[in-house]
């Protein structure tokens, strides 16, 4: 007999094809509603943000709105900001329109079938005759449900204001392009918003929805007519067969329910005014069922859906009252504990076995029957929209936690018993026989025995017995199981083997010879065994299968995740079960890929299962992610119990003291190892469980355990930096030395317990908790800085799945504190910035180069930043925080950098200040020695300080910023060298490598290394570009462990067009004006700070390093000696560290410019002391101070620029500069 699906079945082959497809449009809908962007919402903050550059269909109904739409000023920034975004929306809109145009075929396609099939256009195919057939009665009302499922889908998923903005902008992205839809305007048509009453008004919306929104996809109504007609009156699923008892009737046309509901709104007509048909409805399917799963775990409650139609309203009315849903509730909640008792029986160890499964199978598939109605009941009917059910179910409804209880246990009973009945029914021909074959020889062995030529029974002998056992022999060989009659014959016949077996053993000479009669009784256990193993087929599996369906409970078990925790704080070994029920649950995909695999489509297939195994992934990941979340509890209780570790004890101590000591030792021990036996049992419950497979995708429970614990880990080093907050103690808001420490201390000593608590655990884990801190702390902190940088650039807050570092499943907060009284930033890494240039504002700190920052104010405590507060803040925020932190820095240098070169544009721009500045500096004759000039550029210094001064104020914030960024790169370098010596010895060669290696290349073009790109292909790259590359990956790497000097570094470059010519005199003016002993600046200069004897020591030994004279001074990386450092911290600070900003910010600015700027300013001030030799000292004036401050600063500059003190004696006679501090 031909079959629809046949391949020569165009009618059915068509139809499958069209349902494999409406499948995969299914899961493509809930992949787009997925990654539905925020401001395609009705409401939110982004959709308010781009509601005009984001319009819906209104735009069209306005002449000239669409062109509007970036018109006006704030339209066109509107625009311009969302073109980043516009790169996700525009991806998103494609996708969406490429989902509604899919939709739309679905529903052409399928009027195309259903017309040819009304035409008769299909030989020997009818709506009549399909619904006759086995598949045809399936498929064609799940193709029309299909559509009904789609339409109510795309309201609940992807509702109509986000449809309409989404196809708004793929019009404006492709009109007048060659991207252009043709189908444009019928998609519009058939998707635009339905105008979806909210959730509480949906019960008392007037009639027009959806059945207005089905009009648009109208189907012929005489077909729909025999399709809800048939789908009334039959079981087209034969699931009665898999539920055999009446109260089960309305879960085993659960299938054909879901249909039916869709299915009616294509003939309203029906639900408004046909009374009888709607009442045998209502009276067969949702008798005691109103709330509906209708695709793939969506569900609907029929009270709220049907409440508009007269005839659907008066039949649930009928059925569906409080009274007779408290008996349903009460009759449920009973079996539920029965079945609990039941399950519990059969889970015991050792309870369920094969023997007793194939004894019990009967009992236990009713048991498990049971206990899936009863939970589906329960999951499906408590999700009720109307209040009086719901006042119901809150007050005598079981606890989440029994009903999950009764789920898992039931779950664990399904697995085992297929994992059971699986190899019984495989093997059930082979063990027929090797029974058979056992009791035939048993028979045999028992006539031996009475022929009297058995040994053991030499003088037995019966020839009656012998002949009887050698007839039952043959009969019991001649049993035969292959067909369905012979399968039916063989319990007659091995009811009467057994019978006679039993019979004959009251004989007295069979009865009093023991073996005689245990031979007899395993005989008959063999043949009860036969008859087991018959009764075992395939059909035992599918009804399992059957009641085992959990695809309603898709988001009906989202409100059980909660309990679903619960379970795995109480019982770890629950995780077992937790299993059990996700592959329960990955029942969803039997339908859609049973009929996917029917069309032949492996491209459906795969979109199909790996969506839904994905969704199911997730869903197990989040409810095990609660283990990872109890590792870190438990490990956060370890850390409390200090009493446990060893501490230091006095050599003396009172035996009272003593045996307190060891009471609380001991009992903090017992704590921590209570917990840690909690860890340990938590695992054991991931090592004991085995690879689950969900659709297609094999999750490994180990794997899974980790990547939560990398998560968890990554959320809780998240908070631990959203602790760093520094709010000013002192009353006038000056952020003061403790207001650093303390925060930095406390988020320092979490960090180390919650380190500390990981690696004492790490062996129960099977982690490096080293390894798994840094990888997690880095990408946090990347994805920080990532968010900072595009904060800082682009004004507004960056898209999270763009910046590196993000994880969807753990998503990072940003900002990620919300601390109002603290000093603003919105992570860790702009806060701790802004602190440190608060605490070191070159206004009221001093040092920073040299020495450590101190306060210059009296009164004020002396030290602000010093080594051991930056040792507090590596331990609390460790070396990927500092670098971050450094790279932020960087981001303000170029700021300041920025904002320098418009104040110097603005200055310089001026022709007459330029002309005059040059005049200056060519009116010396460059000989130096005249007091004039001294004269002559103070004075000039003092009319140019209205606008001089502002830039010096720039170029001290500017230096401020890397004068901090050069301590922590040091920092970085000190501990890169104590932590990983090898590793950044390595670092350091090959940096140096490449850099000797660039430096050759460079000398000699020519000897550069040959192009091989012939040898790979021709687009791989050439060595060349390879070593570009490593060089260029050398350099983030070096800067990484703070092996560059941010003061050497390049930034910005002036802009084209900047003049520059006069700026090195307008900087040295500035630097006369900032040295001179009488005057405050406004970079930084204090007034009143003098060198005294403290500080002769310290600095001549600088100054003699400088020289040359001595072996003893700074580090490689530029820093100061121990020695030098520590007596440097109680010195009196000099001119040139109170100006260490304006000199750095100096620094920096010269090393963008060309060379001969930085010549400029040294010759102007080489003329400026000159003339100040010529100068006497007066009241008002004291030249020698003016000059050994310039010389100070000079030297400092030279250090920080990296340039040799002889580029000095250019400018300066050597012999001046050696002899001024003897005068």
Not at 322 to 334: D, F, I, N
Request: glycine share 8%.
């Amino acid at each position: 007999m031909s079959s629809l699906l046949d391949d020569g079945d165009e009618c059915g082959r068509r139809l499958i094809r069209l349902l494999s497809r409406g499948h995969a449009v299914t899961a493509e809908l809930q992949r787009v509603a997925d990654a539905l962007p925020n401001a395609f919402q009705a409401s939110g903050e982004q959709s308010k943000q781009y509601v005009d550059v984001l319009p819906d269909f209104k735009v069209f109904r306005t002449a000239g709105a669409l062109e509007a739409i970036a018109a006006t000023e704030e339209g066109i920034r509107l625009d311009e900001e969302s073109r980043e975004l516009h790169g996700l929306h525009g991806r998103f809109a494609r996708r969406s329109f490429r989902l509604l145009s899919a939709s739309r075929k679905y529903y052409l396609d399928l009027c195309s079938w259903l017309e040819d099939l009304d035409y008769g256009r299909f030989a020997t195919h009818s709506v009549e005759e399909l619904l006759q057939d086995p598949d045809g009665q399936q498929l064609l009302p799940e193709a029309v449900g299909m559509l009904g499922a789609l339409l109510l889908l795309f309201e609940e998923r992807f509702p109509g204001p986000a449809r309409e903005k989404a196809m708004v902008l793929i019009y404006r992205l492709t009109v007048g392009t060659a991207e252009e839809p043709e189908d444009y305007q019928e998609v519009c048509h058939l998707f635009q918003d339905t105008k979806r009453p909210s959730g509480d008004q949906m019960p008392n919306r007037s009639p027009g929805y959806p059945e207005k929104y089905f009009q648009r996809f109208a189907l012929p109504k005489e077909t729909m007519r025999i399709i809800i007609g048939h789908l009334q009156m039959n079981d087209v699923y034969g699931s009665a067969k898999h539920f055999p008892l009446a109260e089960h009737r309305g879960h085993s046309l659960s299938a054909q329910a879901g249909l039916l509901y869709t299915t009616l709104f294509f003939d309203v007509e029906t639900l408004m005014s046909e009374a009888a048909s709607m009442r045998e409805i209502v009276n067969r399917h949702f008798s005691d069922a109103w709330v509906v799963a209708y695709a793939l775990g969506f569900t609907a409650d029929l009270l709220t859906m049907w409440a508009p139609y007269n005839a659907a309203k008066q039949a649930l009315g009928n059925t569906i009252t409080p009274q007779a849903v408290k008996q349903s509730l009460e009759k449920h909640t009973h079996k539920l504990s029965q079945m609990r008792d039941q399950i519990d029986g059969y889970l015991l160890e050792g309870a369920l076995h094969e023997e007793r499964i194939t004894a019990e199978t009967t009992p236990l598939v009713s048991c498990l029957r049971q206990a899936n109605t009863t939970i589906r009941w329960l999951l499906l009917q408590s999700m009720t929209t109307d209040t009086r059910l719901q006042a119901i179910f809150k007050e005598k409804c079981p606890a989440k936690d029994q009903v999950l209880q009764a789920l898992v246990g039931t779950a664990l009973l399904e697995d085992k018993a297929r994992s059971l009945l699986e190899p019984l029914v495989s093997k059930r021909t082979t063990t027929l026989l090797e029974q058979r074959s056992e009791a035939a020889q048993k028979m045999d062995d028992l006539a031996a025995y009475f022929s009297g030529q058995h040994k053991l029974g030499r003088n037995v002998q019966n020839e009656h017995l012998e002949t009887w056992f050698r007839d039952k022999q043959e009969v019991i060989e001649s049993l035969n199981f292959e067909t369905d009659e012979e399968s039916l014959a063989l319990g007659r016949k091995v009811g009467g083997l057994v019978k006679a077996l039993q019979q004959v053993q009251a004989y007295h000479e069979i009865a009093s010879k023991p073996l005689v009669v245990h031979f007899l009784n395993e005989t008959c256990g063999l043949l009860d065994g036969m008859m087991r193993t018959v009764n075992l087929s395939a059909d035992t599996l599918t009804t399992i299968t059957h009641v085992a369906d959990l695809a309603y409970a898709w988001k009906a078990l989202g409100a059980y995740q909660g309990s679903m925790h619960t379970l795995l704080a109480k019982s770890p070994s629950s995780v077992k079960g937790l299993r059990a029920l996700f592959q329960k649950l990955a029942s969803i995909l039997q339908v859609p890929l049973g009929r996917i695999r029917q069309a032949r489509n492996n491209t459906h297939l795969d979109l199909v299962s790996n969506y839904y195994s994905g969704r199911l992934e997730q869903f197990m990941t989040s409810v095990l992610q609660e283990i990872p979340r109890l590792h870190f509890d438990l490990l956060a209780q370890i850390a409390r119990f200090g009493a446990a570790r060893v501490t230091k004890m006095p050599s003396k101590i009172n035996l009272s003291d003593l045996n307190k000591y060891a009471n609380e030792s001991e009992q903090a021990r017992l704590e921590i190892a209570g917990r840690a036996q909690k860890i340990a049992l938590l695992m054991w419950g991931i090592w004991e469980t085995e690879v689950a497979v969900l659709g297609a995708i094999r999750v490994e429970p180990r794997a899974l355990l980790l990547e939560g614990l990398r998560r968890e880990l990554a959320k809780r080093i998240e908070g631990l930096l959203s602790q760093l907050a520094f709010t000013a103690s002192s009353k006038s808001g000056t952020l003061m030395r403790q207001d650093l420490s303390i925060p930095l201390a406390n988020v320092a000593e979490k960090a180390h317990a919650l380190r500390s608590g990981l690696e004492q655990v790490q062996d129960f884990l099977g982690i490096s908790a080293a390894q798994l801190w840094q990888q997690e702390l880095q990408r946090v902190v990347s994805y920080l800085l990532a968010s900072e940088e595009h904060l800082l650039l682009r004004k507004r807050l960056p898209i999270p799945s763009t910046m590196p570092g993000h994880d969807s499943k753990a998503p990072t907060r940003f900002p990620d504190s919300d601390q109002p009284n603290s000093i603003g930033g919105p992570s860790f890494i702009s806060r701790l910035v802004n602190a440190l240039q608060k605490i070191t504002e070159a206004k009221s700190t001093v040092g920073g180069c040299h020495s450590e920052w101190q306060s210059a104010i009296e009164g004020q405590q002396r030290a602000k930043l010093d080594e051991e507060l930056f040792e507090v803040a590596f331990r609390a925020i460790g070396a990927p925080g500092f670098a971050a932190i450094c790279k932020y820095l960087g981001f303000l240098v170029c700021g300041w950098l920025r904002k320098l070169y418009r104040s110097l544009t603005q200055i310089l721009s001026d022709r007459q200040i330029r002309d005059t500045l040059v005049r200056m500096a060519k009116s010396s004759d460059g000989s130096g020695g005249r007091s004039e000039d001294a004269v002559l550029f103070r004075e000039a210094a003092r009319k140019l300080n209205n606008r001089s001064g502002p830039i010096m104020d720039i170029l001290g914030e500017l230096g401020q910023v890397q004068l901090l960024r050069r301590r922590l790169q040091m920092l970085q370098e000190m501990h890169g060298r104590l932590q990983v010596p090898t590793a950044f010895d390595a670092l350091i060669a090959l940096d140096w490598a490449g850099l000797m290696e660039a430096r050759d290349l460079a000398e000699n073009d020519a000897e550069a290394l040959p192009a091989v790109a012939a040898d790979f292909g021709e687009d791989a790259p050439s060595l060349d570009e390879l070593a570009l590359k490593m060089q260029k990956r050398l350099g983030i790497l070096a800067e990484e462990v703070g092996l560059t000097n941010p003061i050497r570094q390049f930034y910005r470059i002036p802009p084209e067009g900047m003049p520059i010519e006069g700026l090195d005199v307008l900087l040295a003016f500035g630097v006369i004006l900032a040295t001179r002993a009488d005057v405050t600046s406004s970079a930084g200069a204090v007034k009143g700070h003098t060198t005294t004897s403290t500080a002769a020591a310290p600095r001549t030994r600088w100054r003699d390093w400088v020289r040359g004279k001595t072996t003893e001074g700074p580090q490689q990386g530029g820093g100061l000696s121990a020695n030098l450092a520590s007596e440097a911290g109680s010195m009196t600070v000099t001119k040139a560290e109170e100006l260490a900003a304006l000199v750095a910010g100096l620094a920096t600015l010269f090393q963008q410019l060309p060379k001969g700027r930085t010549d400029g300013f040294l010759c102007v001030l080489g003329i400026y002391l000159g003339g100040l030799t010529q100068e006497k000292p007066t009241k008002k004036e004291n030249p020698f101070l003016d000059g050994m401050n310039i010389i100070d600063v000079l030297e400092m500059l030279l250090e920080l620029l990296g340039l040799p003190r002889r580029h000095l004696a250019s400018f300066v006679p050597q012999g001046l500069l050696e002899l001024w501090y003897l005068e």
